[in-house]
């Protein structure tokens, strides 16, 4: 059996406004006119690009879903994002961390260079810890509350932001420290 397409009824309203002449006629312009010539087209495609990545970039900053990349897409990147920045985590610390360990193994007293060395362990160490105890917490939760979706990658995901200082991440984060994630 073959099913026909349905067809609307004329007197049905189609869903939508009507657009203004000036709306039509211009995306007709946009949409029909072809390229003509090949510098044109590439002209074209730079701008169309240009554009895209600026609303990326828009998107990344204010955390519109419709336009961010495709890794940083989806309830269960929003979810991780979100668990994430409602903690604090060691590694976010890491970089200060280490500019004051460097200077200390810089200093010319054997006993500051050793206390730089055992801070080096001490630091590398937690980070390890803590990436763990983020990992286990994240997926029990991932895993109660999105039982049917793909969890891959959201582990990695999370230690990755996890080592981003928080206003260096992207995209921003949507809550403050202590809150419950969405």
Do not use: C
Not at 135 to 161: I, N
Request: hydrophobic share 45%; proline share 8%; charged share 30%.
């Amino acid at each position: 059996m073959t099913e026909q397409p349905q067809v609307r009824d004329p007197q049905a309203p189609k869903g939508r406004p009507t657009p203004k002449r000036s709306e039509a006629e211009a995306l007709r312009r946009a949409v029909v006119k072809p390229a003509m010539s090949r510098k044109e087209a590439s002209r074209r495609a730079k701008e169309a690009r240009r554009a895209a990545l600026a609303k990326q970039r828009e998107a990344l900053l204010s955390g519109d879903e419709r336009h961010l990349p495709a890794r940083d897409r989806g309830p269960v990147r929003r979810f991780t994002r979100d668990f994430v920045d409602a903690k604090w985590h060691v590694a976010e610390f890491f970089l200060p961390m280490a500019v004051v360990i460097l200077i200390l193994s810089m200093m010319p007293s054997i006993q500051l260079r050793n206390i730089a060395l055992l801070m080096w362990l001490a630091v590398i160490l937690m980070i390890v810890f803590d990436s763990l105890l983020l990992s286990r917490r994240l997926k029990k939760q991932l895993r109660t509350r999105f039982p049917d979706e793909s969890l891959r990658g959201a582990s990695a995901y999370a230690l990755m932001r996890s080592m981003q200082m928080r206003r260096m991440r992207l995209p921003k984060p949507q809550i403050k420290r202590g809150e419950a994630p969405r």
